[in-house]
């Protein structure tokens, strides 16, 4: 995983390079983990896990509304803007920018490094055995019957309505 980090700081490294306006960048996995980051100024272990739990949130705005599957998410703020990526199945790649950087450019570096990091995630994380812990068999549960519910539903209304006849008032004029 170490030849991984260095790869990823390294992406994030040219990246800044390509769009001087960035003031930090950084990438984290689905648990808001830092995996790299390059952010002077920022603590990343806290903008990794807002940009975790907001990528769950927007991941889930996305499908409710049926967008699909969450690509790229924007916040502009007073002094410049955070930008966030997916990066393959489960990581995520967050770019602090200047207020007077080229959102298109932005969007343009932002993506290509997602993907790239997203490869070098996700081919660490196909790599990894994935171990299932041995447990032992569990014990059956006794059997219980199951009582009928009452049901929910709102009695009939039995008691009689009253209807007053009505008298039909007819005026002539004359």
Do not use: F
């Not at 980090?5 to 990438?27: H, M, N, W, Y």
């Not at 997602?114 to 070098?120: H, P």
């Amino acid at each position: 995983m170490a030849a991984a980090q260095d790869a990823i700081l390294e992406e994030l490294r040219r990246l800044r390079a390509r769009v001087p306006q960035l003031t930090g960048a950084l990438a984290a996995d689905s648990d808001g983990l830092v995996l790299a980051q390059d952010t002077p100024g920022v603590d990343p272990e806290t903008v990794a896990a807002l940009a975790g739990a907001t990528r769950v949130l927007a991941a889930q705005l996305a499908d409710e509304t049926g967008q699909g599957d969450l690509r790229e998410l924007l916040v502009r703020g007073l002094y410049g803007y955070v930008a966030t990526y997916a990066a393959g199945a489960g990581a995520v790649v967050t770019l602090l920018a200047q207020d007077r950087v080229n959102v298109g450019r932005l969007h343009l570096e932002g993506r290509r490094a997602g993907a790239r990091i997203g490869e070098l995630v996700d081919a660490v994380a196909a790599a990894e055995p994935t171990e299932t812990p041995v447990k032992a068999p569990a014990k059956p549960a006794p059997a219980r019957a199951r009582a009928a519910r009452p049901s929910r539903a709102k009695p009939a209304d039995t008691r009689a309505t009253a209807v007053a006849p009505t008298a039909a008032r007819t005026t002539t004029e004359s």
